[in-house]
């Protein structure tokens, strides 16, 4: 069983998204961005090319810098978002990417150099990611914050 | 709502506290109590026609964006809308036609099948990229009159509206994969089209229907024979695939270009006569235009399979093409009431009687 | 007796085109996502002319033919005046990402809601049914008064037509779909000076559409998973987002090259900024705006119903520090930044009152 956050977490999650294209709502779509999150003291780099998650590995603050747009939340705010979708089989409406990132003041994405055309890039394909974190409903979880 | 929303806007309370709402525009609503639900096809835009809502006059007076339906406001300047009568743009598919445009999209950088492509002799190479160049002159037309007139077609009939923003959306399409198609297998853009049809569809300033006349029912009917005949002939898979894909984009115009007419025709009195005219002067340079020798001979060169072909069995293929279109043409117009079979120009005639 | 051999006729076949076609040999390959316009900026025909003299219509690198029909008077016809570098990648993008509101929208998860929320969010429906068309309108009048030589930026525009007919229907299949029904019209995008649809110039149009006022409605759609009371209205605004954050990136894009190719056009871009900014903050075309009527149907929304009116207004304003907010960003990230620290924008300040 996989523990959130973890590498082996995320790539058991990728491979569930690319191998089942209903996973892949209407509106999503190819989209070509990589992005950071930052969860905790660990750092993720995630790369869509297309239809498909190309990538998805630890990471670096300096390597991070290069990627269109980063996601950061307080470690609580991302466990109780997957265990939301552990629970409910996707996201509920209040812990969808894009409710997190209006309920906090800063929002959770940023662009590591500032450019709002970057973080827009969030939005722009705002879809596939909450696909991609909904896809984590079929991987059996464990957590490494208690609840 | 989430707590850290809350308390960051209590921070950010303006001095003056919250306004009073006036709420002035609670119940003001022509029709309430609207219901419709979705059908086995999903919520389809013709779905919401109904009270109302599906009361489409025969004039729209309003001249700004009101939704159909929706109550006017007093006081709202108005916009340079100069179609306002539903002949001048209805087609009763158009609802239809928009919600099977979104279904039946096509993505040619991924959907195309490009690495079937294979080295051809250079002459039919010369000949398909000539006729990509043509058609994409065609579509760059369609796109250049529906894009000048949709912005002053008024809103009562939005339905044709939407349907013709997923027109410019296949025109745009089909420029870009005319193109993709003639730089990707060795070969490059052909020679421009001589345009005078292309000239004569962007003249029609009168009206749309005008437009629709030469675009569609002049020009597109022979347009759907050449892509027909180009899907009969493709070398491969991803032209096969290119020529039907646009085809069906073409046969949804058509279908509302020739409904259009229709409704044009049965529903404002002189419709058919300004048709015939229109029609006399254009089929005189529709036939001009099929005997300027460049589209002629790339298509007798594909259908014959090279220069030598062309000469032979791919011209007489050619040539039938032509006699379809213009039997196609001669039909549509006589079902539209404009019969054209005793007064066709001379040119024309002539391919019905070899 | 010799049997007569059927010689097929023979035609003569002019190939004199074939010596006057544009630049042979060219090969452009797909790369890993298809074939896509990038791919075939190949040889000459990636050549983009600074001021295009075409005016046949003729496809860009097409061989010219002396006695071609002129048909086109493309008052857009310089490069600075319409590119952006990116418009080959949004194109595809929009063709990647297109979806359909009647299959799409899970229109059953609607179910009755109290009136005033009803009515609420029919008021919005209506709002955005009605305006939503003015950004599909007017970059259609502009397709067609721009030379095919640019013919990347024309098919965006092309799909942002596609995407605002969308929005157009999405929005009316909504007010139409749980008891209610459209409501008054708001009249936000008629024909007053500094309209979108009055603009004279195409970056004076861009800045008032695509910068301003989809930037301003960006953030209201995105507030859609906030006040949407079921799944198909969540649904419907984050799909309408996304297209929406495509449209505001041509506008950022085309005011990045042009504030890099054209320096002299600076003051000018600078006074459609001023004007921008004037109608964002008092609210036109903006519903989350202080004039707006669609504003108190908004905070309704936000508190749930008219009795937590207080707590939606406030989060209302949360809305509007964000729109200003990101639309600085917007125009810091387009070239145009100094403004905000020089005090010609009076958003700094408006921002800071709020705050």
């Not at chain 1, 209903?22 to 090319?49: K, P, Q, V």
């Not at chain 2, 009361?55 to 108005?78: C, K, N, S, V």
């Not at chain 3, 008021?123 to 009605?130: D, G, K």
């Not at chain 3, 004279?200 to 695509?210: A, I, K, Q, V």
């Amino acid at each position: 069983m996989a523990i959130f956050p973890s590498e082996e977490w995320f790539q058991e999650v990728r491979q569930v998204y690319n191998s089942d294209i209903s996973l892949h709502s209407g509106g999503g779509g190819a989209c070509e961005t990589t992005a950071g999150f930052y969860i905790g003291d660990a750092r993720y780099l995630i790369e869509f090319a297309g239809l498909t998650c190309a990538q998805v590995r630890q990471s670096s603050d300096a390597e991070l810098e290069e990627s269109d747009f980063i996601i950061e939340m307080p470690m609580a705010s991302w466990t109780a978002m997957v265990r939301d979708v552990q629970q409910n089989g996707k996201a509920s409406s209040s812990q969808t990417l894009n409710s997190l990132d209006l309920n906090m003041e800063e929002g959770i994405a940023r662009s590591p150099v500032d450019d709002q055309y970057k973080q827009d890039l969030f939005y722009r394909y705002n879809q596939n990611f909450q696909d991609f974190f909904n896809a984590s409903s079929r991987v059996e979880t464990q957590f490494e914050e208690p609840s | 709502m989430s707590e850290e929303m809350t308390e960051s806007t209590s921070e950010d309370e303006p001095t003056q506290g919250v306004p009073e709402p006036s709420y002035d525009w609670m119940g003001l609503t022509n029709q309430w109590g609207t219901r419709v639900k979705p059908g086995e096809h999903g919520l389809r835009l013709g779905d919401l026609n109904v009270g109302i809502y599906g009361e489409i006059p025969e004039y729209w007076d309003d001249q700004t964006r009101r939704p159909r339906g929706a109550l006017p406001r007093a006081g709202i300047p108005p916009l340079p809308f100069s179609l306002r009568s539903k002949h001048e743009m209805w087609a009763d598919c158009a609802a239809d036609l928009y919600e099977e445009a979104i279904q039946r999209r096509w993505i040619p950088a991924t959907e195309v099948p490009w690495d079937t492509l294979e080295e051809l002799p250079e002459d039919v190479e010369r000949a398909v990229c000539q006729i990509c160049t043509e058609l994409s002159q065609c579509a760059n037309t369609e796109l250049e009159i529906i894009t000048y007139w949709q912005d002053r077609m008024s809103y009562g009939y939005f339905e044709v509206k939407q349907y013709l923003a997923t027109a410019t959306f296949d025109c745009a399409r089909h420029l870009e994969v005319l193109r993709k198609r003639a730089l990707s297998n060795g070969g490059g853009l052909g020679v421009e089209s001589r345009g005078r049809v292309n000239r004569m569809i962007l003249e029609s300033s009168g009206g749309w229907t005008e437009a629709v006349v030469y675009l569609y029912l002049l020009r597109g009917t022979y347009i759907t024979r050449m892509l027909t005949g180009l899907l009969s002939f493709a070398h491969n898979d991803a032209e096969a695939f290119i020529y039907s894909h646009m085809l069906e984009d073409h046969a949804r115009h058509l279908t509302y270009g020739y409904d259009h007419l229709k409704y044009a025709a049965t529903h404002h009195e002189g419709a058919t006569a300004i048709m015939r005219t229109l029609l006399a002067i254009g089929e005189g340079h529709m036939a001009r235009e099929l005997k300027d020798g460049v589209v002629r001979s790339a298509m007798a060169i594909i259908f014959g399979g090279g220069i030598q072909g062309g000469r032979t069995y791919g011209m007489e293929r050619y040539l039938l093409l032509v006699r379809e279109y213009l039997e196609d043409y001669l039909s549509i117009c006589e079902w539209l009431g404009v019969d054209r079979k005793e007064s066709l120009h001379p040119m024309l005639k002539s391919y019905l009687e070899d | 007796m010799s049997e007569a051999v059927d010689t097929p006729k023979e035609y003569d076949l002019d190939t004199s085109w074939m010596d006057n076609m544009g630049e042979w040999g060219v090969k452009a390959t797909p790369g890993k996502r298809g074939l896509t316009l990038t791919d075939i900026q190949v040889g000459s025909y990636a050549d983009l002319p600074a001021v295009s003299d075409n005016m046949t219509g003729r496809p860009r690198g097409a061989g010219v033919r002396p006695e071609a029909y002129r048909v086109g008077a493309y008052s857009v016809h310089t490069l600075s005046e319409i590119w952006l570098d990116n418009a080959e990648f949004l194109y595809e993008e929009a063709l990647q990402r297109q979806w359909s509101s009647a299959t799409d929208i899970p229109w059953h998860t609607l179910e009755p809601l109290p009136d005033e929320v009803e009515e609420a969010e029919c008021l919005l429906c209506t709002f955005f049914n009605e305006v939503e068309f003015v950004a599909g309108d007017v970059p259609a009048r502009w397709i067609a008064k721009t030379t095919p030589d640019y013919l990347e930026a024309r098919n965006v525009l092309s799909a942002q037509v596609m995407d605002e007919a969308r929005h157009m229907d999405v929005f009316r299949k909504r007010a139409l779909a749980n008891g209610g029904g459209l409501m008054r019209m708001s009249g936000a995008t008629s024909g007053f000076v500094g309209s979108i649809d009055l603009a004279r110039d195409f970056t004076e149009m861009s800045t008032r559409l695509h910068i301003s006022g989809e930037g301003a409605v960006l953030t209201m759609f995105r507030m859609g998973e906030l006040f949407g009371q079921n799944e198909a209205e969540k649904t419907m605004y984050r799909l309408c987002a996304q297209d929406e954050a495509r449209h505001v990136a041509f506008g950022v894009m085309h005011l990045r090259y042009i504030s890099a190719t054209a320096p002299e056009r600076h003051e000018e871009i600078e006074c459609y900024l001023d004007e921008a900014e004037g109608q964002l903050l008092s609210g036109q075309q903006n519903p989350a705006g202080t004039q707006a009527e669609t504003s108190e149907a908004l905070a309704i929304l936000l508190g749930g119903g008219v009795q937590h009116y207080d707590e939606g207004h406030k989060k209302l304003l949360v809305i509007r520090r964000r729109q200003l907010k990101e639309y600085v960003k917007r125009v810091i990230s387009a070239g145009f930044g100094d403004r905000f620290e020089n005090g010609r924008s009076p958003i700094p300040e408006r921002y800071a009152a709020a705050g």
